[in-house]
T-cell receptor
Framework: GENVEQHPSTLSVQEGDSAVIKCTYS??????FPWYKQELGKRPQLIID?????GEKKDQRIAVTLNKTAKHFSLHITETQPEDSAVYFC????????FGAGTRLTVKP | DGGITQSPKYLFRKEGQNVTLSCEQN?????MYWYRQDPGQGLRLIYY???????QKGDIAEGYSVSREKKESFPLTVTSAQKNPTAFYLC?????????????FGPGTRLTVT
């Protein structure tokens, strides 16, 4: 089955800096790669996703890149703000979905 | 994701009792999922169902059971056979869009077993 690895497990940046979270997946059949943001005690919220036929997608301050050959994808957050502090999960999906272990992002004001 | 509801938000049970967690969605999504999340951990798939009256085991199905009698509902029973049932349980549903399963989560049920 699919195995998703996510790095780093924790990330601390200064407000205004960029943050990058990286994931790798094992199943070349996976065709959908979402990113979720989870605040403490809340449900994961879908923030951006990318399909296997696209290499990059951007939505305001967040962007995701996908390298199908290397089977890795990354989340980029620019101009970070304190409200970006949360746990971020990547996932890979074909019929079911497998999640990375999460990255705890802290943005220091 | 406002169309996915889980109840109750907090649930307390004594060890040895079965307990059923509710998950309902009014989004007309075909697929539904149950995940378990432990403190500081990721999400682990328990069961999923892509159509009514059919479901598949995920990575940690032992000690859990599900049913999918209606499209809108996917209840999860945590049985006494589950050795460490205390956790945050998340239900999700998904819609197929562009060949991919876009997944949205309910608010979760925090189960404590003592």
């Amino acid at each position: 089955g699919e195995n998703v690895e996510q790095h780093p497990s924790t990330l601390s940046v200064q407000e205004g800096d960029s943050a990058v979270i990286k994931c790798t997946y094992s199943d070349s059949a996976s065709n959908y790669f979402p990113w979720y943001k989870q605040e403490l005690g809340k449900r994961p919220q879908l923030i951006i996703d990318i399909r296997s036929n696209v290499g990059e997608k951007k939505d305001q301050r967040i962007a995701v890149t996908l390298n199908k050959t290397a089977k890795h994808f990354s989340l980029h957050i620019t101009e970070t703000q304190p409200e970006d502090s949360a746990v971020y999960f990547c996932a890979a999906s074909k019929n079911d979905m497998r999640f990375g272990a999460g990255t705890r992002l802290t943005v220091k004001p | 994701d406002g169309g996915i509801t889980q109840s109750p938000k907090y649930l307390f049970r004594k060890e040895g009792q079965n307990v059923t967690l509710s998950c309902e969605q009014n989004l007309n999504h075909d697929a539904m999922y149950w995940y378990r999340q432990d403190p500081g951990q990721g999400l682990r798939l328990i069961y999923y169902s892509q159509i009514v009256n059919d479901f598949q085991k995920g990575d940690i199905a032992e000690g859990y059971s599900v049913s999918r009698e209606k499209k809108e509902s996917f209840p999860l029973t945590v049985t006494s056979a589950q050795k460490n049932p205390t956790a945050f349980y998340l239900c999700a549903s998904s819609i197929i869009r562009g060949g991919a399963y876009e997944q949205y989560f309910g608010p979760g049920t925090r189960l404590t077993v003592t």
